[in-house]
């Protein structure tokens, strides 16, 4: 391809209407640059589990605890050796997930989160 195809290729690519799988089909038009207000923190007082994963390379698990500070409603799990789609990654994720899509109300035992942690023991260490 020439410079002048990938610059009309990538120009078609960005202003193309795109299909809208979100509102059942149509299409609409990509907008181009962020909402006003993209970067101010969502506010809501609606319950919500936010999961962080001590392994997730973006965004840090650290996030987690910054995203709860304005979902008055939220209770934080934060689980070790697990990367991006956290609650994912183990039984106790997926059980924390159920639990709240079946009763978002239920409180979330977190119990299970602790067992995620390894137990690393040298050769002359006794076993805990």
Request: proline residues 11%; negative net charge.
């Amino acid at each position: 391809m020439t410079p002048e195809q990938i610059i009309a290729a990538v120009a078609l690519l960005t202003s193309a209407p795109a299909l809208d799988t979100q509102s059942g089909g149509g299409f609409h038009t990509r907008d181009p640059a962020p909402r006003e207000g993209f970067h101010e923190p969502m506010r809501s007082d609606v319950r919500v589990p936010v999961a962080g994963g001590t392994n997730d390379p973006q965004p840090s698990w650290t996030w987690s605890l910054l995203a709860a500070e304005t979902l008055e409603n939220s209770r934080v799990v934060i689980f070790p050796n697990a990367g991006h789609g956290t609650s994912l990654y183990s039984d106790c994720g997926k059980d924390m997930n159920v639990t709240f899509i079946l009763d978002p109300g239920a409180e979330l035992d977190t119990a299970c989160v602790g067992a995620l942690t390894p137990c690393f023991v040298l050769p002359d260490t006794p076993l805990p």
